[in-house]
Structure formats: C-alpha cells, structure tokens
C-alpha cells in the first residue's frame, strides 16, 4: 500500500558490485525508494524526513553594488529559497536563516542549517544547494545535480524531502535521476564499510501534473545503469579481466531480451580478428569480442554500439609510466558504458533495435606480447604496423567496427578511452565528438545536451590520415614521426579508415569525463562516473523519436 502522503509512483533500484578477490557479484543496500508526494502531502512528508532540500538563489534584482570603501564587514549576500512546495512564509524564515549563515547560491555550493526550533515541522536539517541566478525555471541538468549534491550532503538521513522547484514533468526526472545518482557509493573492497546507502527514500515534493509512475520507472533505470557501469569502472583489473567481464554482463542483461554472443580466442584467431589477438598476445587471460543483440518487436531504427574494453592497460612494450598506470583498470569505461545502456534501453522497452559490441582484452608484457615495429592483419584484411603498443584501443576497436558494418546499422556509435590528447584538448569532464559528418556530431551533441553529459564537437581533418602513413603496412597505429599534436584527431583518422564511406558513425573519446579522480561535483562521484550510458540511451530515445 503507498503511503498516504504520496502517490503510488515509487521506484527502486538495486546495484551488483564487485566481489573482491574472485570477479563475481554481490548485492549492495538498494538505492532509495523515490516517491511523488503532491502538494497536499507535503507537511507530513517534512515531520517524517531527517533533511529537506532546497535550492538556493540570488534575488532576480540583485546587482554588484558600486565600490566604496569598507568600514566594517561586508554583509553576507543575500540567498532567497527556491522551492514551489514550502510555503511563502517558510520560504522567507529560510532565506533569512541562510542569508545570516552566508550561504552562496553559487551553482552547486552546498550550505547546511540545523533547525532547532522545529516548531513549524522543518526536519532537523536543512540542506541548500546554490542554482544560480533567480529564475522562472532551471534547466534540468542544474537541478540533476543541485539534488545529487543536496544528497551526498546528507549521508545518513534515511529519508529526504526533495524541494527543489519542479515545473514540470522532466525537471521531477532529472530530480529523481540525481538523487538516486547521488546515493552511489563503491564499498565492495572496504573490509568494514559503512551501509553504501543509508538514505532509504527520498520524497520529492510538490510534483506538478503529468508526473507519475514513469517519471521516476525511467529515472530508477538509468540510475541503476549508470550506478552499475560505475561499479564496472571501479573494480580493480585482476577482478575483471575479459573472462569476467563477459561473465559479468551475461547476468546484468539476463531476462531482458538481449541475445550474447561471445568469440574466444580460438574463434578470434579463425575469424581474422588480429588487433584483439595481438593486443591480448601478452596476457595470461585471452581476448573476447562480446556481441549483445536486442530486437524488439515493431522496432525500425538500428543502433550498434561499439566500446573500448582494455581491462588493464600496461602500455604493453611502450610500456606507461607508474603514476599514469594507476588509472589503468578503468580503460574498459567505453565497454561498460555501451553494456549498460543496452541494458536500460531493453529495460525502458524503447522500440530501437540495438547491436552492441564490446572489444575485450588485456594490454600486459610476456614473451608473446606484440613488440613495436610488428604488422597486423585486422578482421577484414588491412593490415597495421604497431609503432607504439600503448596505442592498443584503435587497434581492438577496428575489429569490432569492421564487424559491427556487418550488421547494417543505421548509426553507429564507439566510446572509448583512447587518448590522452582528449584531456589535454578539452579537460577532464568533456567528451570529443568525432564523426562522419556534421549532421552525425550534431545527433550525438543534441543526445549529450538532453542527458546532461558534456560533450564537444571536433573535426578529424583530412591530413590526419597522412600522418598516419607506413611504408610496410598499410596503415601505422601512430604517426612514424611521434609527433603528439592532434592526437585526438590522428586516432579518429585512424578508425576513419575502417569505415566505410556511407556508414554513419561517430566516436567519443572518453579519456577525460569516464574516471575522476577529484572530488565529488554535481551527480559525478569520485571514480568511474559512468559516462556515457545517459547519453546513449537519449540517443536511442532519439532515434524511437520519443524526444522533442
């Protein structure tokens, strides 16, 4: 029975992480019931919450005020509460008590307030969480983070009234859909960790008309996707090597109508698939090229999906320094992220066929690992001198883009953490947009802006390719002359190459946005964050023409 402070519109997710030492799964705490309490339930949602959040705002007149000199302390700016669920009154007592706290409606600046009067039925905290600017509405990307952040902020309340300002429908998905990316926690290696999730409901209040049931179905879904592709990205290299991989993502899509197909070594080494063999030549666990496949019924348009899977990336015989090293077990972020959006497309039941391919394999130093200066015959017959092994991803890649046109798609879309270069050109929460032409970059931008994942459009201009040339194969992995300029680009003018000229395909060079290693911001952990399943499954939305 839903309580009777909300509607039945209720959705929980629950997230596998790792098992340390052995590359299975176990279950962690679920991620919080999140529930729609209309504008009459909102008192007794607040008496039964630990924390209310709520966002903080400048005053729409504010204005910087002329300089003159001090002659005591500057007053502390003043913060007006944003929220279409508390009442003018509330609003105002809560505005002056942030404004004497000197809280900052900066975008994304947490402030806390104790409230110990609770007389008028406040919880005992009050989180604010700065949107800018006053305005009529925020975008949701803002309010997705304001509520991740509001979230975090408040561990161990086990359950949050939600007041941010909701207009509509998709500012309550976006809020649902932070406050349940907020809750993520990574504890499967920690000997004693603390429950991964200690807030067990959030109440987002004052839901507007229209919001309901598949409002937050949707947002439980994508959460739970991304959660689980974060999980991926977190677990370290000899708990997910492309055995367990695979492993791994035969249970995450069993029981949704996605078909696995799966090519071992022996099978790759039949077939002519010479970039995964070369690249995992070096390691004790062989490659995979792993295939899902969904079709349901009706559905016209066909998505494939190609991801990056190094599970541990050494550098092979260009061997990377130790620092540089330490990232090395999430160069799979590309194969995650392509995995669990399959899943949540066949999750969301949106009518897109979807083929996804993810090209597994360990990058490490043996006997038989691939040496600078050897040639290899990749799955179609082009054939690629290896000038630097720390160029591997391009080389697993062209397989599966050479299979993947197989499959007559009608886009096709690869991720990968390919270059460094990408972090260099755009920084560490940006992803390039390369692509076959203009209209393709402008699909996945549009996708990207909608899911409120950054993204930037880059060319791959045509005397890329010439860098690239070999005198003994047709093709070399890097340029002959190590120059580093354009590396983005020489590695999207690479894959190019494996493309025919009518196929529609755009690469995402993922190197920046997939882990982070700073502080928590916005929905984005510490860690793997999981970039890219949002993305993709906006994109399918897309193409099922379920977007404006």
Known sequence: MADPDSTAAQARTRRPTAQPGGGGARTTAAAPVLSLTPPGGTQRSLRAAAALIVGLAAPESSAPAPRRPRVRPAAPPEVVVVSDAIDADGRVRLAAAFTRLGASSAVGRVSRLAVLDDDAGWPLEVIGVGLGQGAASWPPGVLRDAAAAGVRAAPRAQRIAMGLPLADAAA???????????????TAYTSQPEPPVITQRVDILGAPAGAGQSVLDRAGVIAGAVGEARDLVNTPGRDLRPVDFVSRARRIVRGRGIS??????????????????????????????????????????????????????????????????LGMKGDMAGAAAVLMATQAIAALRLPVKVTTYAALAENMVSGRAVRPGDVLTLYGGRTVEVLNTDAEGRLVLADALVRAQEDGPDLIVDLATLTGAAIVALGQRTAGVMGSDETVRQRILAAAGRAGEEAWGMPIPREMRASLESSVA?????????????????????????????????HLDIAGPAMNSGSPWGCTPTGGTGYGVRLLISLAE??????D
């Open 542 to 547: 897309g193409m099922a023409g379920l977007t």
């Open 474 to 506: 047709d093709i070399a992995n890097i340029s002959a002359s190590f120059d580093p300029g354009g590396g983005m680009l020489k590695a999207a003018a690479f894959l190019q190459e494996f493309i025919a000229p009518r196929q529609a395909w755009a």
């Open 260 to 325: 696995v197909t799966v090519l071992d070594e022996t099978a790759l080494a039949r077939e002519g698939y010479g970039g995964l063999i070369g690249v995992g030549a070096g390691s004790e666990s062989p490659p995979r090229l792993l295939r899902l496949s969904y079709r349901p019924t009706g559905a016209v348009p066909h998505l494939c999906l190609v991801g990056k899977g190094i599970t541990f990336d050494t550098g092979g015989y260009s061997l990377k320094p130790a620092k540089p090293m």
């Open 172 to 186: 309550v998905g976006a809020v649902a859909e932070g406050a349940a990316l907020g809750c993520y926690r990574f």
